[in-house]
């Protein structure tokens, strides 16, 4: 089964989204903090640990190793369910292979646009892939094809690091990344809306209830 995931920190879109019982998990990043309208990271990380019981990501935002892996350490200790946001960079790298090593190491290795990318984090020993799949297809490059490619690289060598399809537009991405194999898929809230709601649904359920009015309560029916 593929993990649905919000991408927000918008704690009422994920209040919304734990109601309809399918929210598996949350990642975060400084922009969607920002549209949340708090700088407030630890607190308000814990209040979406509060509500979602599977993995929450949070970011850091140091780009050298060393400031990365103490952001880390002080970030992995929130909460249980935490996971670390690392960027896919040279520094990234070196603070996920120490960060891994930890009992408590689990990270997002976040900001990946290439199968290479996914594959040095997956052995730097990273909890998930997170590639970019609507910032590549921004750029004009098929964002899905990085999707597959990591799935068939971790799937050839056995890696146990999950591939989070990031940065999806539209529920057409869902699709893809599910029949790509995508361990997780995180979503902004819209598009979880728009993966449920159809106009034929309401067209058909309005038109049933209409037909059974005509009928219910009618004398030997
Ligand atoms: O959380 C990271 C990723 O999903 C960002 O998406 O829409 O800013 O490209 P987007």
Not at 9 to 33: F, Y
Not at 35 to 62: F, H, Q, W, Y
Request: aromatic letters at 8%; charged letters at 20%; proline letters at 5%.
């Amino acid at each position: 089964m593929a993990l649905i995931f919000l991408d927000t920190a918008s704690l009422d879109e994920i209040r919304e989204a734990v109601s309809w019982g399918i929210l598996d998990g949350v990642t975060t990043n400084p922009t969607l903090m920002m549209r949340a309208g708090t700088a407030d990271l630890k607190a308000n990380t814990l209040k979406i640990v509060d509500m979602v019981p599977g993995p929450v990501s949070a970011e850091v935002i140091s780009t050298d190793a060393a400031g990365m892996i103490a952001e880390a350490r002080e970030i992995l200790s929130w909460a249980e369910n935490v996971y670390v946001k690392i960027p896919t960079t040279v520094e990234g790298l070196k603070a996920m292979k120490e960060i891994s090593s930890w009992p408590n190491g689990r990270i997002n290795a976040t900001l990946i646009f290439s199968p290479l990318q996914a594959y040095l984090v997956a052995k730097a020993g990273a909890s998930f892939a997170s590639v970019f799949v609507g910032r590549m297809d921004d750029a004009g490059l098929d964002g899905m094809a990085v999707v597959r490619q990591t799935r068939a690289i971790f799937d050839n060598y056995g890696f146990t690091c999950k591939v989070l399809a990031a940065s999806i537009r539209h529920p057409l991405h869902v699709v893809d990344a599910l029949l790509a194999g995508a361990d997780i898929i995180t979503m902004p809230f819209g598009v979880l809306q728009r993966m449920i709601r159809s106009p034929f649904t309401d067209a058909g359920l309005d038109s049933f209830l209409r037909d059974w009015a005509k009928i219910a309560g009618q004398p030997g029916t």
